[in-house]
């Protein structure tokens, strides 16, 4: 049974699912980094690959950018192909004290969605990630020698002319990172009792108006599969 929006087979996607924003990312990441990886979703473009990385099954999939695309992929995946894991791996503006090509482990994601609030009561939820999760990343971080936070992000559905007082609102709440996802991604992992993580670089930092240069997100993004697959191995 193929779902509105994923065409895989019922246990063609593991049961541990990383979830780049780009579908060419998920692409590139599962021909470097997976074993014997099979596409398994195409629709929209949305690209999806299953694989192996030390023997265990990983699958790889684009969310798109946004919480609602990103929560239509992993809400899918969690309830109607058993997915137990998700892991966001992106980039995020930087705001404080933080430098392009930091790796943040999301512990908590603030948010300017509605989304949350629509199934919650219009209640504010803690969106947070999972513990276990973010330990092992923080513990896989140890043993590569990889730096990286445990943060608090914000998760905006404005990426053009948001709240024109954001960044000093986020320094104020020592948030570190802003980007799109997050917040969506744990508030329906927790009501779909699966386990989800994000890991972001820092492309961009919006106080000083600094870019990561192509190759610099390139390295990013391995640093960060490297970190997360090491996380989520046995
Ligand atoms: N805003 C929102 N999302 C982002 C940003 C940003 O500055 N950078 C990377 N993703």
């Known amino acids: 049974m193929s779902t509105p929006h994923l065409d895989a087979e019922p246990g063609q996607i593991a049961d541990t699912v990383l979830l ?8 590139h990441i599962a021909r470097e980094f997976l074993d014997g990886a099979m ?3 195409t629709r929209r473009n949305m ?27 992993a809400t899918e995946l969690a ?13 995020c503006g930087g705001v404080g004290d933080v430098a392009l090509g930091d790796i943040l482990l999301a512990q908590s994601a603030s948010t300017d969605s509605r989304f949350n609030r629509l199934q919650f009561g219009g209640h504010d939820l803690s969106a947070c990630a999972d513990f276990d ?20 992000v914000f998760s905006t559905d404005s990426f053009y002319d948001g709240d024109p007082h954001l960044v000093e609102r986020l ?8 980007e799109m996802e997050s917040a969506g991604l744990y508030g329906l992992a927790l009501r779909e009792g699966v386990r989800a993580l994000s890991v972001l670089a820092v492309s ?6 600094e870019h990561m240069a192509p190759e610099q997100r390139e390295q990013g993004l391995s640093t960060m599969v490297a970190l997360v697959l090491d996380a989520l191995a046995d």
């Open 20 to 27: 780049p924003g780009d579908p060419l990312r998920a692409r």
């Open 39 to 41: 596409e398994v979703n």
């Open 47 to 73: 690209l999806g690959y299953t694989g192996t990385f030390r023997g265990q099954r990983v699958s790889v999939l684009g969310s798109g950018m946004g919480i609602p695309s990103c929560a239509i992929y």
């Open 79 to 91: 309830r109607f192909h058993g997915v137990k894991r998700i892991v966001r791996i992106g980039t």
């Open 133 to 152: 999760l973010l330990r092992a990343a923080v513990d896989a971080a140890g043993q590569l020698d990889i730096r990286a936070s445990v943060a608090g």
């Open 171 to 178: 320094v104020r709440h020592r948030i570190v990172g802003v």
């Open 204 to 209: 961009d930092h919006l106080q000083r108006g």
